[in-house]
């Protein structure tokens, strides 16, 4: 039982250039979220999924895009990278209740 | 206003001692929840305890308690015997809404240092 992994876990882009983080769970829960931690800010929410086949955006939705094909998959896509975009990236997921939210390990993203 | 207000600054503590991190948050749900997570410098996010706003007793799992104060909207962890190992960021976060309707909002985290 892995319970949430991620990845790659870090990357080098330059500017333009595009790329996909995946998320996987293996604990059967129908919520999984894509978040974003940058210095003094905490964890801000970047897109959510309730269901497979299901996406909606959360507070920092611009830049990103994101894919829920299979319930135990979670894609967080950038398509044209910026500097701003230089983060960790946690994934996390929970049970249809909603309640507490486990998450993975994170991505570190340097955008040049 | 800020949902989640994490204000003190780096904190320290002796090993074995307690010490208490603060956390207020700001919400007009009745229901709600509130969290604390853990993340060492190793970077990942370790769930540590949960609070409902309908539960009557402060919740403990083992040298974590929360400290909940409804009507003063405070969510405090107390950690108690300190160890090295408890040195970490601490984030506070609150569940608003039920079910696909929730969100969580984390606070900006406090830095604990515990001194050998």
């Known amino acids: 039982n892995a319970g949430v992994t991620q990845t790659p876990k870090f990357r080098v882009l330059k500017t333009g250039q595009s790329m996909t983080l995946l998320c996987a769970q293996d604990m059967n829960h129908e919520y999984m979220y894509w978040y974003r931690q940058d210095p003094g800010m905490g964890l801000r929410l970047i897109h959510y999924s309730v269901g497979e086949g299901t996406t909606a955006k959360g507070e920092v939705p611009d830049g990103y895009n994101v894919s829920r094909l299979k319930k135990q998959n979670f894609l967080l896509g950038l398509e044209s990278a910026a500097p701003s975009q230089t983060s960790v990236y946690f994934c996390?997921?929970?049970?249809?209740?909603?309640?507490?939210?486990?998450f993975g390990p994170g991505t570190r993203l340097l955008v040049l | 206003a800020q949902k989640i207000t994490q204000t003190q600054p780096g904190m320290f503590v002796q090993e074995k001692e307690a010490v208490t991190l603060d956390c207020t948050y700001d919400t007009s749900d009745q229901s709600y929840g509130l969290f604390w997570y853990k993340q060492p410098s190793s970077g990942e996010m370790i769930f540590l305890i949960y609070q409902g706003s309908y539960d009557e007793q402060n919740a403990t799992e083992g040298r974590y308690s929360l400290n909940f104060q409804k009507a003063r909207k405070s969510a405090n962890l107390v950690i108690s015997a300190s160890q090295l190992g408890d040195s970490a960021m601490y984030f506070c976060?609150?569940?608003?809404?039920?079910?696909?309707?929730?969100?969580?909002?984390f606070g900006k985290g406090i830095t604990l240092s515990v001194r050998p």
């Open positions: 996390a997921s929970s049970s249809w209740q909603g309640e507490t939210q486990y």
């Open positions: 976060a609150m569940r608003e809404g039920a079910g696909a309707n929730s969100k969580l909002t």
